[in-house]
């Protein structure tokens, strides 16, 4: 079994621990992984953004990283900008 077998496993296994633990009913959860360190960019969706500003307090971000090597796993609260820099990437342009 390799070390990419293995960071799988440990990554289903702490992704259903979180899930399924009463403690996180009514939150909203989303995840985000990486092959890359912790500070490897990553995308989020208008909704996810609008959704952590309106309910901070329900709303978090689990971000995985080092899958390959090292499975690490941080978890990120709102307001985002006190963590992360948000850039836009795609514009949509309408008549």
């Not at 990120?76 to 309408?94: C, D, N």
Request: charged fraction near 25%.
């Amino acid at each position: 079994m390799g070390r990419s077998d293995v960071g799988h496993r440990w990554i289903i296994a702490r992704a259903e621990r979180i899930g399924n633990t009463s403690l996180w009913a009514g939150y909203r959860r989303e995840v985000r992984a990486a092959g890359g360190g912790p500070a490897t960019d990553f995308f989020l969706t208008r909704t996810e953004r609008e959704v952590s500003t309106e309910r901070p307090d329900a709303w978090r971000l689990y971000r995985l990283h080092d899958l390959a090597a090292a499975p690490a796993l941080f978890q990120l609260k709102p307001p985002l900008e006190a963590a992360v820099t948000l850039t836009a990437e795609t514009w949509r342009a309408g008549f």
